[in-house]
């Protein structure tokens, strides 16, 4: 598929298919690229993140005109330890092209009312202060600030690479499930 040009006509939020995968890690690249997304280097390759990655609630924001992936959202394991299997932790990436148009806001809404169906209590993220956007789009998606993580992890590659990063910490917890 190619870049997303445009505005799209209609955006459809669908679950995420193994063909969707390279274009998911392409979307995944040029969050990384800004510096501002991720401490990861690289998108890892479709089997490991994959693997990585609950299959239940993870989704794509498609352009319904040209089937372009404009953006996606998953959900990693806090924990393998039982006690923490209500509690996830999301990854949201728009494609540049599509950024602003209410694409992250879809997939965020499509991700929280599966997870509650699926019975998680407490969606975690973890977001660099400097990405005002998706503090924003976060906290208006029902997200509240936990605390910063002073100088949590190196930074190896982008505009701040060697500068210790912190980390806000944003949780939502469920109305329908758990307390």
């Known amino acids: 598929m190619s870049a997303p040009t445009g505005t799209p006509t209609t955006l459809v939020v669908t679950p995420m298919l193994a063909e969707h995968g390279e274009r998911v890690r392409a979307v995944q690249a040029e969050g990384i690229a800004t510096g501002d997304a991720t401490f990861e280097q690289a998108p890892a390759p479709w089997p490991d993140w994959d693997a990585g990655h609950l299959a239940d609630h993870r989704f794509v924001a498609l352009d319904a005109a040209t089937g372009d992936v404009l953006g996606w959202v998953a959900a990693s394991p806090v924990s393998g330890r039982c006690v923490y299997s209500g509690v996830v932790e999301v990854s949201v990436y728009v494609a540049a092209a599509a950024r602003g148009r209410g694409v992250g806001r879809a997939l965020l809404d499509a991700f929280v009312a599966s997870t509650e169906a699926g019975g998680v209590w407490t969606i975690q993220a973890g977001i660099f202060p400097e990405n005002t956007a998706s503090l924003a789009l976060h906290r208006s998606a029902g997200f509240a600030d936990v605390g ?31 307390i």
């Open 148 to 178: 910063v993580r002073r100088g949590l992890g190196l930074m190896g590659h982008g505009p701040r690479i060697g500068q210790w990063r912190d980390v806000v910490l944003l949780e939502r917890r469920s109305t329908v499930v758990g």
